[in-house]
């Protein structure tokens, strides 16, 4: 996946996770059941305008702030990168390809990131359909399973790129 073509995907993914927001937050009660404990049932509420400001900047504005934040950093000419083997894969030849792909998997990241996140929206849209509201626990740690499945191989395939 070419660079341009992942931070296109992460972009269109970031408008598309924007409007299941803002559709879905229309079928929820004035207030919302916004956070729950460890068995799913509801313990925090706030009104729905908060609540969807909040998932608005957490849904857009952290996979936002990681992928551009990150790559913005990566243009600095002093930039810090932390890999394994640096040397080699800073060597002046191969500078440019190594950003490129650790731009790429910032893209990565942030997808993943996104449709996680938009998961966890969509159970908490969920758990405030029913009465008294309640989180599908099992739901939540299936889908936290799947997003820790995928960032693990994610770093996988980052270290096995960075192999000498």
Do not use: K
Not at 5 to 29: K, N, Q, S
Not at 95 to 106: D, H
């Amino acid at each position: 996946m070419q660079r341009g073509r992942a931070l296109l995907i992460f972009l269109v993914l970031l408008a598309v996770a924007a409007l299941f927001i803002g559709a879905t937050g229309r079928g929820l009660p004035a207030v919302v059941a916004s956070h729950f404990d460890a068995s799913g049932a509801a313990n925090g509420f706030m009104p729905r305008g908060a609540y969807l400001l909040l998932m608005l900047a957490v849904v857009v504005g952290v996979p936002l702030a990681v992928v551009v934040g990150s790559g913005r950093a990566l243009d600095r000419p002093g930039a810090r990168i932390n890999l394994p083997h640096r040397d080699h894969w800073l060597a002046p030849g191969r500078r440019e390809e190594t950003v490129a792909f650790i731009r790429r998997q910032l893209a990565r990241f942030g997808i993943l990131l996104v449709v996680f996140l938009c998961y966890t929206h969509w159970l908490v849209v969920r758990a405030n359909g029913v009465s008294p509201p309640r989180l599908p626990l099992l739901w939540f740690v299936a889908g936290l399973g799947f997003f820790l499945a995928g960032v693990l191989v994610w770093g996988l395939v980052f270290l096995r790129r960075f192999r000498l």
